[in-house]
């Protein structure tokens, strides 16, 4: 079993759509949590990241950590064909090793105009 | 202010050959890390430099080796290429080694393919 799990997708949404993505993970010592964008032939892009339970907003994008269900989600609101691209979600813990992301497999989202 | 950039971006090698990867971080940063991205994965932790010394390091066997140069720059180097190293491997710079939030700039990546 992965430490941390990703629909594969593909997820396929209108233009406009509310977009939910999630990530399951085991390991209960992840503290930091938090969402990248993939486009297709680029390096991943960080989105927003959470510390520990509760939400975070910015702009279209909604992050939030369930951590007593180690379970994190991540809310597109007015989905826009720009936002086409593999999303993957990501953790780490409070150590030395702080730029240890452990990744989810991704998500792969499209955006129909 | 230049963003991380990685050299070469495609390359094909074939089993039992070694490859050198290059990275640039960003500037200012004096953390670099590299990961593995397998065809439809997520990435993968492989190790981290900071002050020219490895200072964390995933599930990769010893013939995953690196460099950090004083300018911060680095290499990736594998040894005894197999099928399964095809990849794309990312580097990724940040301004402090033990940044827990997530803070990485990656690269675009260098494709691997292993024949």
């Known amino acids: 079993q992965k430490e941390v799990e990703q629909d594969p997708g593909p997820l396929s949404v209108p233009e406009g759509a509310i977009v939910s993505l999630n990530c399951t993970y085991s390991?209960?010592?992840?503290?930091?949590f938090m969402w990248y964008r993939q486009y297709s032939r680029k390096g991943p892009e960080l989105l927003m990241y959470?510390?520990?339970?509760g939400n975070k907003e910015d702009g279209r994008f909604t992050a939030q950590v369930d951590k007593s269900s180690k379970y994190i989600s991540l809310f597109i609101r007015d989905s826009q064909p720009s936002d086409s691209a593999t999303y993957l979600c990501a953790m780490s813990f409070t150590n030395n090793a702080g730029n240890m992301l452990t990744f989810g497999g991704g998500t792969r989202l499209m955006v129909k105009p | 202010e230049t963003g991380v950039t990685q050299s070469p971006t495609h390359l094909i090698k074939t089993r039992g050959q070694q490859v050198t990867l290059r990275c640039s971080s960003q500037s200012g940063h004096n953390t670099v890390s590299w990961y593995q991205q397998a065809l439809g994965q997520g990435p993968q932790f492989i190790f981290q430099y900071y002050r020219e010394e490895e200072n964390g390091r995933g599930n990769f066997p010893p013939r995953f080796s690196g460099l950090q140069f004083p300018n911060y720059s680095s290499e990736l180097n594998v040894n005894a290429l197999e099928l399964d190293d095809s990849a794309l491997y990312l580097c990724a710079s940040s301004p402090d080694p033990g940044l827990a939030t997530g803070e990485l700039f990656f690269g675009e990546g260098s494709r691997l393919t292993v024949l």
């Open positions: 390991n209960s010592a992840f503290q930091y």
């Open positions: 959470t510390y520990s339970s």
